[in-house]
Structure formats: structure tokens, C-alpha cells
């Protein structure tokens, strides 16, 4: 991790039409090499953060910055901002209709020009780090959950993003397919990736994050280490969200 | 020798004619369909735009021709235009108005249910992937769309080549109506003549319709 800000996120205020603010003032600095997790209740708005930070959606007021160079929806350059931000979504969305390796190659070939043989070595490569080489010819539907968010993450890291947002992507595995897709990210959290990552899996969230954040209401409650945040949470509204993940037998 | 029912196919030309009027049948058809799925397409697109005015537009045109029976559509083309206009059109290009009307409104449909039913975030993820919308367009939604339409748009193949049997009613002698005439015809020398007539008629029908049915499925079983 360095001290360069890579992602800034100022005064960010979000609503959907005709709803209250989802989210209400968020303030957030990603920096290269930097692992941050957002943590919080369902419908706190952390989701809607990271698709505001890929231009995904609207929002309202405030500002986010790659570089110096400001992501809206519709802003005139966000399909080259998009290629520096790689994404992977909960329900993977691979391309039903092309094989796992042109999924991969599609947008570096189409969007970024690299010529095919360089793209496919490229995606093999990818495939190899993550144990799928030999499902490079296969089509989606043959592929297991976990097999496809790994495919989704590759698909991603073939554009060469400069940071990854993930938004709760073992949330739709199941629980022995949930491990093979958390290791990929440790791998590259480990490598030096930056990344921003939405989930639900506690345990995950302390061995992979550099900060971890709290967001509840729409605002940012606790910005911490994971170490103090899961041993001493400052505010009662952390304590309480973690208490919904520990269990006690009834007397 | 006393002649069998099957004979009256092989008396004269009879069963050369039965190969005409199926002809005026696959021209007429075909023509229509393929128009029709050029047509479609296009007011499939415009269905997806969202603009009130637009919308209402298709929403008519689509309720309209629906609500119409073709027989109707026929009629107001063939007999209606001419006289109101003062433009006169053939039975052939009356039919090929209609079917192509009906056609496009029901393809235009298809492509409309094709095009909303890929996911957001089928277009969420390709656009995360710095594609334009041209390209997410090009290379992740028509792919998807046309795989969709292979079962439908078949199916409505199928029932325009069937439905165009109602052309008979404008004057024009496709393969059903050239089938009655030829019974009408024998009527004395082969009362039992009917049945062998319609069945060659049922039997050219299939002939048609099936190959076009069974590349569709193997194209969905490869696409699926």
C-alpha cells in the first residue's frame, strides 16, 4: 500500500427517484495497493456505492475521481475510465452465448484493439492462476457457481484494471464453492491489487482487508483497522451488527 | 379398370397444378416473411424506444393489426385501397401487403419480448468491461436476441405459409383453392376424389413446414 490516492470519493449523495438519500455524504479514499472492505446491514447502500464508483449510476451531488478524472454515468469518457476499473457482480453475468475464453477475450480484443492470439495466451494464463485451463473451451451453463465468479474475475483482470470492486460475489454460492472464489481474491489482494470489496463473509473481510468500512443510514458509522473493528468497535451500531453474526445456543 | 381415389393426382395435369398453386403459396409466404422479419426487426427496436409518443404509436399499430382478422385485412387491402384511392392493386400485391402487415406486427412483438428479456445486467457487466453501447449491442445483446427468436420466429413462419390460404378469397388460385378446383372438376368420375386431393394437399403443407421446423430445433439444440 502507498500514499497515492487512487479512487476519491468526496460528498457523495445518492437517491433513487422518489426514495430518501441512500446515500448521504460519503467520503472514501481508495490508495494503490490498498484493500478496502465495506461492511454494513442489507439496503445500507454499499452496493450502490461501488456501482456509483464504476458510473453505473447517477448520483446527486459530491464527486468520485479515478486519477484526478471525475466517473459519472454518462460522462464523456467513462468507457476508458471502465477499462482502469475492473467489476465483478454477485450473479457473475458471464456471456451466456460465447465459450469461457471468449468471454475473456472479448473486450480486450473489441475495447482495448490487443490482437487475438496475444488476448487468448493472455486468458489462459488467467485460467491457469485459478485452476480452470481446461474449462477454456466450455460454455457458461457447464461451469459450477464458483467456477463462474472465477471466470467473471478473470474476464475482469484481463482488461488490466488498476483497481477491482467486487459487490458480494460469493453472496448467490453455495457454502463449499464460497472458499475457491475467496482464495482467488486473497491471491490478489496478496499481489498487490487495489480492491474494493462488499461482503457478507465476516471472516473473510478480517484476513483480506487493510480498512475496513462501516456503513449504516447512508453515512460512513466506523472507518477502522479490522482488527480494532471486529475486537473493539467503537459504536453501538457496529456492536450490534456484529453480534447478528455469532450465535448462542438458547438456554 | 375402375379408377381408385389416388388416380385422380396423376389424371391430366392435376397434380403439376397442385405444384403451381403450392408455388403461389411459397411466394407468397416467403415473400411476406421475409419482409416481414426485416420489418419486424425494425418496429421490434422502435417497441424497446422509451417515448411515450413512439410507444403509443406501436402499441396501436400492433392492437390494431391483432384485433383485424387477416380475412378482414384482406379484404380492406384488396377491395377497400383500391376503391378509396383509386389505386389498383393485384391480388398478389393485396396478399403480400397484408401478410407482410400482419407479419411484421407479430415478429415486431417477438424481437420486442426478445430484447427486454436479457438482463440489466447482462448490459451492467459488459459496459463494467469498457464496451460502448454500440459494441454491448453488437457483441452481447443481438447474439442473445436471435438465439430467443429462433423458436418463436419459426413458429410464425409456420402459421403465415398456413395462413395464406386465405388468399383464395381475393381471387388468387394457390395450392388449397387449386385442390378444390380439381375435385369440383372430377366430382362425377371420382366422387371419393376429396379425400386423396386434401390429404396430396395436407401431405405438400407438411413437406414445406417440416424441414423449416426441424432446423430450428437442431439450431436451438446447438445454440441452447
Known sequence: MTDEILLSVKDLVKSYEGTSEVLNGISLDIHKGEVVVV????????????RCMNGLEEYQ?????????KITKNGANMTALRQRIGMVFQSYELFP?????D????????VQKVPKEQAQ???ERLLERVDLLDKRTAYPRQLSGGQKQRVAIVRALAMHPEVMLFDEVTAALDPEMVREVL???????????????VTHEMNFARAVADRIVFIDGGVIVEETDPETFFEHPSTERAKQFLKTFTFEKKA | MQDTGLSILFRGINFLRLLQGLWVTLQISLISVGLSFIFGTLFGMLMTVK??????????????IRIMPQLV???LVYFGVTRQWQISLSAWSSAIIVFTLWGTAEMGDLVRGAIVSIPSHQYESAAALGMTKQQIFRFVILPQTIRRLIAPSINLITRMIKTTSLVEIIGMVEVLKTGQQIIDANRMQYPTGALWVYGAVFVLYFLVCWPISTLAGRLERKWR
Not at chain 1, 461492511?39 to 461501488?50: A, D, H, I
Not at chain 1, 451531488?61 to 479515478?66: K, N
Request: charged content about 10%; proline content about 3%; some cysteine.
Open chain 1, 39 to 50: 461492511l454494513g446491514p442489507s439496503g445500507c447502500g454499499k452496493s450502490t456505492l461501488l
Open chain 1, 61 to 69: 451531488s459530491g464527486s468520485i475521481t479515478l486519477d484526478g478524472e
Open chain 1, 97 to 101: 452465448h460465447l465459450s469461457i475464453q
Open chain 1, 103 to 110: 468471454n475473456i477475450t472479448l473486450a480486450p480484443v473489441q
Open chain 1, 121 to 123: 495466451a493472455e486468458a
Open chain 1, 183 to 197: 482464495d482467488v481474491m486473497l491471491t490478489l489482494a496478496e499481489q498487490g491489487m487495489t480492491m474494493v470489496i
Open chain 2, 51 to 64: 417515448n411515450r409518443f413512439v410507444q403509443a404509436f406501436c402499441w396501436l399499430y400492433l392492437n390494431f
Open chain 2, 73 to 75: 385485412l384482406l379484404f
